[in-house]
C-alpha cells in the first residue's frame, strides 16, 4: 500500500523540479512508498506567505481527505528564527489533525533548495567551498546559476533544475551527508512520524 504526500512549497514554479525527485527518494530510502504530489493550487508565491497559517490551514483542509504526509519546503535564507515559524505551523497542524492519520511536518532547505543540486552534483567546481556554499545567504545566485552555466544548461527550462536534480537524487547518499541539516533532518523526522509508527 502506498500514501499520498503533498508537497507544499513556497513558490512550485521552479521549486517543483527540485522536490519531486529529491523527497521520492527520500522516502524510498526509508521504505515508505508514496504518491509525490506538488501543491500548485495555490501559488503560494514566496516564504512569507508560506509562513502564514491562514495559508496553509485551506490547503490542509483542502486535501485531507486524501492526503496522510504534507511536507511544507521552504528556504530558510540565512533567518535564523525559520525554525521557530515552521514549528509553530506544525503545532497548529498537529491541532488541525487530531485524532486523524494526517501529518504536516515543516522544514527550511538551508539556505536554499538549490543548494541540494548542488550537494547531489559530483563535479562542483574545485575552488569553491561546500562549507562556504552551506553558508552563503544567496547560494542561487552565488552558486547555483554560475554552475548551470558551466553544465551548459542555464538556457533550459527553469535554469536546468529538471535535469540536475534527477541527478541530484540519484546521488541522494552524497546529499544527505552534505545537506544534514535539512535533508537528513527532513528523512529522521517523516521515519518518526506517528503515521508511520
Not at 524510498?28 to 491562514?54: F, H, N, S, Y
Not at 492519520?101 to 562542483?124: F, H, K, P, S, Y
Request: charged share 30%; hydrophobic share 45%; with cysteine.
Amino acid at each position: 500500500m502506498s500514501i499520498n504526500v503533498l508537497v507544499i512549497p513556497e513558490d512550485f514554479r521552479k521549486d517543483q523540479f527540485i522536490l519531486k525527485p529529491v523527497i521520492e527518494r527520500m522516502l524510498a530510502r526509508v521504505g515508505i512508498r508514496a504518491r509525490v504530489q506538488i501543491c500548485m493550487d495555490p501559488l503560494l508565491g514566496g516564504v512569507g506567505e508560506a509562513l502564514k497559517w491562514t495559508r496553509i490551514e485551506p490547503i490542509l483542509d483542502r486535501y485531507r481527505g486524501m492526503v496522510r504526509l504534507f511536507l511544507l519546503i521552504v528556504d530558510r535564507d540565512c533567518d535564523p528564527n525559520r525554525r521557530a515559524s515552521l514549528d509553530a505551523l506544525e503545532k497548529r497542524a498537529l491541532d488541525s489533525f487530531a485524532d486523524s492519520d494526517r501529518c504536516l511536518l515543516a522544514e527550511n532547505a538551508w539556505q536554499e533548495i538549490e543548494v541540494w543540486v548542488l550537494a547531489g552534483a559530483t563535479d562542483l567546481p574545485k575552488e569553491w567551498a561546500w562549507s562556504e556554499i552551506r553558508a552563503n545567504c544567496d547560494p542561487k545566485e552565488q552558486f547555483y546559476l554560475p554552475y548551470t552555466r558551466r553544465k551548459g544548461v542555464d538556457k533550459a527550462p527553469y535554469d536546468g533544475r529538471e535535469a540536475l536534480a534527477r541527478i541530484a537524487a540519484a546521488n541522494y547518499g552524497r546529499l544527505r551527508q552534505l545537506c544534514s541539516e535539512d535533508i537528513a533532518r527532513l528523512e529522521q523526522r517523516i521515519q518518526d512520524a506517528p503515521i508511520f509508527n
